[in-house]
């Protein structure tokens, strides 16, 4: 299914991401102004803020903090990710993208204000992606996550009809699956507020819907690490399958709500 991209994928998968990376920047879509706004506001933007961002991808997120004026170092695993991502941060002079694995590079000296890490948290060593992160905060720095789940809402019809679809080409696909409200979820924050590293956790909310066509639709389930790890044949039938699906019922356009949460924790003195 579709929405599991997002939410406990195996750690080998994560590496597929890269493979595309031009299809990945065209596709996937921005974060919702309120969010960027309140990532700003919580983390204190400014000229001079010194930002740490794990896996930026193709600098979705990178961009709109960029604006703020922050000095941004962005540790990005795949080399055509961050190529592109260089590309789309070349106006700002105060960004540094970097080629790494996070869990293996060597952080700076100097301590960071803030570490973001958007919608790819989940695919961090469980035993660093916590005490990673607070090795390279300053005291009273802040730590944001931000999880995305594809919710209830938008063209309801299509994501009920379109399990069939997966039911058939996938067998790894749970019958009469359905999309969960936003209500109905609870934030995990376990791992935060377990952790001697940091106090203060919170979690916002911001949706967005986004109405796609056929052809955007397809290109972004194509970036969605699930859906490439299908062998090719099964991939190819269930796109389309798809295609058919939203061109017949649904005149070529379908909307898709997306529940982006905002969670913060502030880095304990120690």
């Known amino acids: 299914m579709e929405a599991d991209e997002f939410t406990g994928n195996a750690p080998e998968l994560r590496g597929t991401f890269d493979e595309d990376a031009e299809l990945y920047e065209r596709a996937r879509p921005r ?42 170092t962005a540790v990005e695993l795949g080399p055509s990710l961050a190529a592109v991502a260089r590309r789309q941060l070349a106006g700002f002079p105060a960004v540094d993208v970097v080629t790494a694995d996070f869990e293996e ?9 803030a570490v973001v890490c958007a919608t790819a948290f989940h695919w961090l060593d469980p035993a660093l992606r916590v005490t990673g992160p607070a090795r390279a905060l300053r005291p009273g720095g802040l730590l944001a996550v931000v ?10 019809d299509f994501f009920a009809e379109v399990q069939e679809c997966y039911e058939r080409w996938d067998p790894a696909t749970p019958p009469g699956l359905r999309q969960t409200p936003e209500s109905g979820l ?5 791992e935060f507020t377990a952790s001697p590293h940091f106090t203060d956790v919170t979690v916002h909310g911001h949706a967005q819907e986004i109405t796609y066509s ?8 194509l970036t969605y690490s699930n859906h490439r790890a299908l062998p090719e044949p099964a991939r190819n039938g269930l796109l389309a399958d798809i295609r058919e699906l939203i061109d017949t019922r649904y005149d070529g356009v379908v909307t898709k709500r997306y529940w982006h949460e905002l969670i913060t924790a502030v880095r304990v003195a120690e």
């Not at 609870?186 to 376990?190: I, L, W």
């Open 105 to 113: 590079w060597e952080l700076p000296s100097e301590p960071f204000d």
């Open 186 to 190: 609870a934030p995990d924050t376990a």
């Open 214 to 221: 056929t052809g955007a639709y397809l290109d972004v389930l």
């Open 147 to 156: 999880t995305t789940h594809h919710v209830a809402g938008g063209t309801e």
């Open 31 to 72: 974060y919702p102004p309120s969010l960027v706004e309140e990532l700003g506001r919580v983390i204190g933007a400014a000229p001079g803020v010194r930002v740490l961002e794990i896996a930026p991808g193709t600098g979705k997120l990178t961009v709109d903090l960029a604006r703020f004026g922050c000095a941004i």
